[in-house]
């Protein structure tokens, strides 16, 4: 345990708290040596990050009881029926795997409080087999995490609107059952928009901006 503390830049007193509040999962225990991991120190340096992001230790706790106790983590990471996003489990290790060296309590905290990234157990959950490839690729390409999960929220606030949109659209001339047969329809219209968007700016980059 003290070591554990040490390594989290924290005092036992607040592991000892954190281990009461069930923050932490419980150590694996030899007789009377209880034994803790990388994993134990992971959850220690999210929850430091997720307190400095303005998260209370309340609204922590009740997160991490949902996670331990089973619930569904489609409703934790806020998946609503219907879906056509796949989510997606890994290790931490598999995770740090995907982006080497950008994966920090900062960035880790980001992707929790977007919605992209969750636990469950010893296993992370993310959002969407789709976005978890876009985001690896990005990082790939040498682009910064943290500016790929802020592109997200920003993306995310213009898809908001974007949905409220079709449904105000939809739900003016048709019950809201129709909503989920026809959203195949809206987004083939915002990917081709997107995609039409991505030409014009690709014309206004080649010529210069000379272009009206």
């Known amino acids: 345990m003290e070591e554990l503390a040490r390594l989290a830049g924290i005092t036992v007193r607040t592991l000892r708290f954190y281990r009461e509040r069930k923050l932490i999962p419980p150590p694996r225990r030899e007789g009377r040596i209880a034994w803790y991991d990388d994993h134990h120190l992971a ?14 230790l309340n609204g922590i706790a009740e997160l991490a009881d949902a996670f331990e106790h089973g619930r569904d983590v489609g409703d934790l990471l806020g998946l609503g029926e219907p879906t056509e996003e796949t989510p997606v489990r890994l290790t931490p290790e598999e995770l740090a795997a995907r982006f080497e060296g950008e994966v920090t309590p900062e960035n880790l905290a980001a992707a929790m409080e977007l919605g992209y990234l969750g636990t469950d157990g010893d296993e992370l959950v993310h959002i969407s087999h789709r976005l978890l490839d876009v985001s690896s690729a990005l990082v790939r390409e040498g682009i910064p995490l943290a500016e790929v999960l802020d592109a997200g929220k920003r993306v995310r606030d213009h898809a908001d ?5 079709f449904a105000d659209l939809i739900l003016r001339h048709a019950p809201e059952q129709d909503l989920h047969r026809l959203r195949p329809l809206a987004r083939s219209v915002v990917e081709a928009e997107l995609s039409l968007a991505l030409d014009r700016r690709l014309r206004k980059g080649s010529d210069g901006g000379q272009r009206p």
Do not use: P
Request: glycine residues 6%; charged residues 25%.
């Open 161 to 165: 609107a974007l949905a409220e949109l």
């Open 43 to 56: 959850r220690l340096r999210t929850i430091a990050a997720l307190l400095e992001r303005g998260h209370t």
